[in-house]
């Protein structure tokens, strides 16, 4: 399964009330929203998951209850994927691929 289908797969399961099945677990992590500026709190995840079986930090959803939100676009319009990146890989040694 592409890593593609396994968010699809986690964020399209529903319940009765429209919330997401899934819950955060040790492979999955929910954020409301995206900032560039918690690079270091998404490392942190990212570093938890790279030192387990790798996982998805997944943005645009509500943590209680669990809802998709969606995130603004507004939030891309100025977003630069390589100094995002590189202020990741700044906390890492050696750096994640």
Excluded: C, W
């Amino acid at each position: 399964m592409s890593h593609e289908d396994n968010v699809r797969k986690i964020v399209s399961t529903i319940n009765a009330h429209g919330m997401l099945k899934s819950r955060e677990s040790n492979t999955v992590e929910f954020k409301q929203s995206f900032n560039a500026g918690n690079a270091a709190a998404y490392a942190r995840t990212m570093a938890a998951f790279s030192n387990n079986r790798g996982g998805y930090i997944i943005f645009g959803v509500k943590d209680n209850p669990r809802e998709v939100v969606g995130v603004k676009a507004n939030n891309f319009e100025n977003f630069n994927q390589e100094k995002f990146t590189g202020a990741v890989n700044s906390l890492f040694s050696p750096e994640i691929v």
